[in-house]
T-cell receptor, first 115, second 109 residues
Framework: EAGVVQSPRYKIIEKKQPVAFWCNPISGHNTLYWYLQNLGQGPELLIRYENEEAVDDSQLPKDRFSAERLKGVDSTLKIQPAELGDSAVYLC?????????????FGEGSRLTVL | GEDVEQSLFLSVREGDSSVINCTYTDSSSTYLYWYKQEPGAGLQLLTYIFSNMDMKQDQRLTVLLNKKDKHLSLRIADTQTGDSAIYFCAEKGFQKLVFGTGTRLLVSP
């Protein structure tokens, strides 16, 4: 079974440019998460989807960040315009309601460098 | 608010035991987790413990939970160089996981 797939793995852009990250969760997982991981820190939740509905986006900086999960499968996270402080790893994770432990399955992340 | 704390760094010799500690704040957490992150990779679940347990053993891994002190620990027996990574504890808050800052484990030969 394929795991959570993210792309691109690495992205280098200049400040004020837009950037987008894509995530394909594990098949059958209806909950999808985007986490932000700054260097030397633990992941912090940006947004959580249940199917196509964003049920927790309280930590998403809505002035420049947006996300969507059309059809309740793949998701994209966009930053426009990017700032220097956005340099970080953006992790996507998914989970299944059938699992009784609440385990999250993570992708390898998209590392963003803003110059 | 939710705040999960860990020590930043631990160095051990190969074959020794490693103990990584974590304190959490949400007494209503149902599950507590240990995740491992190797360089350039995402997080991988190592083990978890249900909040009504005080110990769980899984091969070389032993998890101890002290609910009174909100303290969680992960013991790795016979630590190997392949165990070098960052270890995150996480608590299951309301509908989401809250992660600690991570403990970098360095295992030297």
């Amino acid at each position: 079974e394929a795991g959570v797939v993210q792309s691109p793995r690495y992205k280098i852009i200049e400040k004020k440019q837009p950037v987008a990250f894509w995530c394909n969760p594990i098949s059958g997982h209806n909950t999808l998460y985007w986490y932000l991981q700054n260097l030397g820190q633990g992941p912090e939740l940006l947004i959580r989807y249940e199917n196509e509905e964003a049920v927790d986006d309280s930590q998403l900086p809505k002035d420049r960040f947006s996300a969507e999960r059309l059809k309740g499968v793949d998701s994209t996270l966009k930053i426009q315009p990017a700032e220097l402080g956005d340099s970080a790893v953006y992790l996507c994770a998914s989970s299944s309601p059938k699992g009784n432990t609440g385990e999250l399955f993570f992708g390898e992340g998209s590392r963003l460098t803003v110059l | 608010g939710e705040d999960v704390e860990q020590s930043l760094f631990l160095s051990v010799r190969e074959g020794d035991s490693s103990v990584i500690n974590c304190t959490y704040t949400d007494s209503s957490s149902t599950y507590l987790y240990w995740y491992k992150q190797e360089p350039g990779a995402g997080l991988q679940l190592l083990t978890y413990i249900f909040s009504n347990m005080d110990m769980k053993q899984d091969q070389r891994l032993t998890v101890l939970l002290n609910k009174k002190d909100k303290h969680l620990s992960l013991r790795i027996a016979d630590t190997q160089t392949g165990d070098s990574a960052i270890y995150f504890c996480a608590e299951k808050g309301f509908q989401k996981l809250v992660f600690g800052t991570g403990t970098r484990l360095l295992v030297s030969p």
